[in-house]
T-cell receptor, first 111, second 116 residues
């Protein structure tokens, strides 16, 4: 079945550092790919998405590119802020079949 | 987008009891999903609940343990029956966006359940 693997956390960075959170997937066909973010005490929020190969999703300074050849969807941000501290989930699927999630990566940004 | 309200936000329950979680959406949606997030784990899909039909359960989840109701297009409930400590998790309701991109899901804030 479908699966998502993302780097284990917690990931601790200093403010203004460059961020990469790796995500790779296994799926039949060409699913849509998503990054969701969960801030402390809140529900999951969609951060960005990509629906086909080579699509780049972007939002709030975060970017991720749908790489079919490497089955990856790595999340990047050029300069992180303390307010970016949260748990980030990579996911695939959507629509009638629901979503398959990775385990989540806890990101901690220190001032 | 869709605004989803879940009740209760958290609860502490005794072994052997049942808890019903409510999910209210601010617009009519066809597809609703229930997920479980066990401590330190990823989100796992429990079932899909479409109005007017029986809920469809994923492997490892059964209706007797997690009965679901979907009486209309804006509301659903999930019951966690005969609870044990292994049921301690966050339970999340999710819907597919009523308009726009059909494969985007929106989530409630979740219900944090602890079973003693």
């Amino acid at each position: 079945g479908d699966s998502v693997t993302q780097m284990e956390g917690p990931v601790t960075l200093s403010e203004e550092a460059f961020l990469t959170i790796n995500c790779t997937y296994t799926a039949t066909g060409y699913p849509s790919l998503f990054w969701y973010v969960q801030y402390p005490g809140e529900g999951l929020q969609l951060l960005l998405k990509a629906t086909k190969a080579d699509d780049k999703g972007s939002n709030k300074g975060f970017e991720a590119t749908y790489r079919k050849e490497t089955t990856s969807f790595h999340l990047e941000k050029g300069s992180v802020q303390v307010s970016d501290s949260a748990v980030y989930f990579c996911a695939l699927g959507g629509g009638a079949d629901g979503l398959t999630f990775g385990k989540g990566t806890h990101l901690i940004i220190q001032p | 987008s869709a605004v989803i309200s879940q009740k209760p936000s958290r609860d502490i329950c005794q072994r052997g009891t049942s808890l019903t979680i409510q999910c209210q959406v601010d617009s009519q949606v066809t597809m609703m999903f229930w997920y479980r997030q066990q401590p330190g784990q990823s989100l796992t899909l429990i079932a899909t609940a479409n109005q007017g039909s029986e809920a469809t359960y994923e492997s490892g989840f059964v209706i007797d343990k997690f009965p679901i109701s979907r009486p209309n297009l804006t509301f659903s409930t999930l019951t966690v029956s005969n609870m044990s400590p292994e049921d301690s998790s966050i339970y999340l309701c999710s819907v597919v966006a009523p308009r726009g991109a059909k494969n985007i899901q929106y989530f409630g804030a979740g219900t944090r359940l602890s079973v003693l």
